[in-house]
Structure formats: structure tokens, C-alpha cells
Nanobody, 119 residues
Framework: VQLRRRGGLVQAGGSLRLSCVITGNIYSINDIRWWRQVPGKVRELVGS???????FYADFVKGRFTISRDNAKKTSYLQMNALKSEDTGDYFCDALIEEYGSGSPSNYWGQGTLVTVSS
């Protein structure tokens, strides 16, 4: 199971969409979470989405970021709008995934992707 995502460089006030593409012998994908780690700070939860589409957001991104998912494509998206320089950091996704034949879900992490917001 792999979680692939793509980041990038954007100016302050701009937008960027990250994708978390899940590949492998997948039976089901439950909760997907997005995290970030900004320089000098511990990793923090940005938000999450359940399989049914219910979302949770950290206060520092409410109203600016939106998490969605396409279950058929096994992909989650993090739409980031009104970006600020303090949003610069490494962004990660992780997901609770059940593989065929496993009988129970396990947590998988993707590698971080750098988002740089220039002022």
C-alpha cells in the first residue's frame, strides 16, 4: 500500500491542491487524515475525512482548507486556499486501510510533500 501526494510552490493568498492517491490491494479505506509539519514545530493534524465524507478541521485552517475524497479513485484531496507564509511545511496523509485478506484495517502513512508559500 502506498500513499502518493504532490505539493508545490505558491504565492501567499494563492491556492494549491494536494492529492493523496492510495494504491495497493485495497479492500476498504476508512478515515483519511492530513497532517503538516512546519519548521520548528511538531507534526499537527490539519483535518480528516471519514469514508462517508464527514470532515474535521483544525482551527488554523477552518474556512481556508477543504478535504474531500473520491472513493472510486482511492484518492483524497486537500484544497488549500488563502495560503499564508505560515502554512509552509511538509504535508502528509495517512489512512486506515484494510487490504484484501487481512481481516482488519491498518494505518499507512505517505511520505511528506513540501508546500512552500512565498510572501
Amino acid at each position: 500500500v502506498q500513499l502518493r501526494r504532490r505539493g508545490g510552490l505558491v504565492q501567499a493568498g494563492g491556492s494549491l491542491r494536494l492529492s493523496c492517491v492510495i494504491t495497493g490491494n485495497i479492500y476498504s479505506i476508512n478515515d483519511i487524515r492530513w497532517w503538516r509539519q512546519v519548521p520548528g514545530k511538531v507534526r499537527e493534524l490539519v483535518g480528516s475525512i471519514t469514508r462517508g465524507g464527514s470532515t474535521f478541521y483544525a482551527d488554523f485552517v477552518k474556512g481556508r482548507f477543504t478535504i474531500s475524497r473520491d472513493n472510486a479513485k482511492k484518492t483524497s484531496y486537500l484544497q488549500m486556499n488563502a495560503l499564508k507564509s505560515e502554512d509552509t511545511g511538509d504535508y502528509f496523509c495517512d489512512a486506515l486501510i484494510e487490504e484484501y485478506g487481512s481481516g482488519s484495517p491498518s494505518n499507512y502513512w505517505g511520505q511528506g510533500t513540501l508546500v512552500t508559500v512565498s510572501s
